[in-house]
């Protein structure tokens, strides 16, 4: 199944609208020249055992999407605060669809580029696998 549909947002003007949805660190969306609107409903996935896997789903298609973008050399930056509601309604998306993320769509600033993927990498931290794998049973 495929539940997720992608609104894609282009044009400096529509850009601008729906970045008024958008906290105040989330506004450099306004240089990207594309933005996509990740939605998802649960009607149009399965649910099993009472757990949705709707969002799960959505995820997968974003990640799918994200590697094939930095294949291509694009950059792209997972937006997830912002008014759901507002985004909703600027974009005409129906009230039983979720709205998932926000991620532009853009190509690099040659020269920030790699400055911005050091800085990053600099303050990613992963924990342990020892303290997110259980070998047999959960052991703490």
């Known amino acids: 199944m495929q539940p997720w549909h992608f609104v894609l947002v282009q044009g400096d003007e529509a850009i601008d609208e729906l970045a008024t949805a958008f906290n105040e660190t989330n506004q450099e ?28 789903d959505a995820g997968l298609a974003v990640e799918n999407l994200l590697l094939a973008a930095t294949d291509l050399g694009l950059v792209t930056h997972l937006i997830l605060s912002f008014d759901e509601g507002e985004v909703r309604r600027i974009l005409e998306i129906p009230d039983e669809y979720r709205v998932v ?3 532009p769509l853009a190509y690099p600033v040659e020269s920030s580029y790699d400055e911005a993927a050091k800085e990053r990498l600099r303050e990613r931290t992963r924990k342990n696998l020892g303290e997110i794998t259980h070998y047999g049973k959960w052991d703490l």
Do not use: S
Not at 30 to 46: F, H, K, N, S, T
């Open 29 to 56: 969306v306004r240089e990207a020249p594309l933005l996509i609107v990740i939605c998802a409903r649960v009607e149009d996935d399965v649910t099993v055992d009472e757990k949705p896997y709707y969002l799960f």
């Open 101 to 103: 993320l926000v991620t």
